[in-house]
């Protein structure tokens, strides 16, 4: 990662770091040369790198303006979510707490003292009627999640120092210990069980290292407002499981197609939430972004 000597003497609170992209982000910024390095969870969790990651209860203002003012960070890349499309459907009071009322409560930390919040949002934002969403379209949410999402994006587009980071789906193994669902698919797979896949829902998916490695060259601009993050390549779930299968050296007769309507779902999914990256080309000029099958291979 290029360009972070400003960047490494910054404290830098990683929220969700004991989540998969909080992994890979925490990962990332210490490789980047980042001395200081927050990174939270909502439990315990081992000292991973050196540092425990402290248990902040986001939805818990008193305990997260005191663990804040302790840190003093520079920057917040809030990594933390309840990020189950589902856990919201099921939850959805819960779902607005973890995703907006956290958001409200590091937000206003960061207003009272001018400080940069970097929020990860998603492409579920977007309804899925017409794919290569860019970010000035408005989000127009279809799913409980998106609809949380949507509207932790307001509460960080009003802040001064805010930057909504709209991530594409996100794949690559688990460095958290948990099984994500990309791991689930691959243990299934190598286990010689077929696995089914919609082919009729689209997203531009990136590598959870290469997302890592934009985050923290993101956090390095002064980009404010909105950015899309995602792949190159508009991709099925079947598609892009079919080309990690190639990468894997996994039978890819294993890889069965099937479609939204054929399976009974809690809650209406997008068709075709690609989003369109060109605003992050320009602002991150050389920016490498591998294809599926390369960022399987070189784990980025
Ligand atoms: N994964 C994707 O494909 C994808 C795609 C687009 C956008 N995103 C966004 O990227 C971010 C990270 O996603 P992920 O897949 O890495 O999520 P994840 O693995 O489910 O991790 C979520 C993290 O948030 C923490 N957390 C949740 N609620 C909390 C609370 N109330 N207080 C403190 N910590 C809390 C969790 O802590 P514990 O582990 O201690 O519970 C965990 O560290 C989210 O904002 C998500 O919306 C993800």
């Known amino acids: 990662v290029d360009g972070l000597r400003g960047l490494s003497i910054m404290p830098i609170v990683v929220t969700g770091a004991t989540g998969q992209l909080g992994h890979y982000v925490v990962d990332e910024l210490l490789t980047a040369g980042v001395d200081d390095v927050i990174p939270w969870g909502r439990s315990p969790a081992p000292a991973r790198w050196g540092v425990p990651a402290a248990a902040v209860e986001l939805t818990n203002e008193r305990s997260v303006v005191s663990a804040l003012d302790q840190a003093d960070p520079e920057v917040i890349i809030h990594a933390a979510a309840m990020s189950s499309a589902e856990a919201v459907h099921l939850d959805p009071r819960a779902g607005w707490a973890d995703n907006v009322e956290a958001t409200r409560i590091l937000a206003g ?3 009272h003292r001018g400080r940069r919040l970097l929020l990860t949002s998603t492409d579920l934002v977007f309804d899925g009627e017409r794919g290569w969403y860019r970010e000035v379209d408005p989000p127009t949410p279809i799913m409980a999640y998106g609809r949380t999402k949507a509207a932790a994006e307001e509460v960080v587009r009003e802040l001064p120092g805010g930057l909504v980071i709209r991530i594409s789906l996100l794949f690559g193994p688990s460095r958290s210990g948990r099984e994500s669902f990309y791991d689930r698919s691959v243990r299934e797979l190598r286990a010689g069980r077929p696995q089914a896949f ?5 997203r531009t998916p990136l590598h959870y290292a290469t997302a890592a490695c934009i985050l923290v060259r993101l956090t390095k601009s002064q980009a404010r407002g909105v950015i899309h993050v995602g792949g190159t390549e508009r991709l099925s779930r079947y598609g892009l499981m079919s080309r990690a ?4 050296g996994i039978d890819p007769g294993l890889i069965r197609s099937n479609r939204r309507a054929e399976v009974v779902l809690p809650e209406p ?10 605003l992050l080309g320009t602002l991150l000029p050389g920016l490498e972004r591998p294809a599926v099958d390369a960022a399987i291979r070189t784990g980025s």
């Open 109 to 111: 930390w960061c207003r």
């Open 245 to 248: 299968a190639v990468s894997l």
């Open 269 to 278: 999914r997008p068709a075709d939430v690609s989003l369109d990256t060109t």
């Open 198 to 202: 919609f082919e009729d829902e689209f």
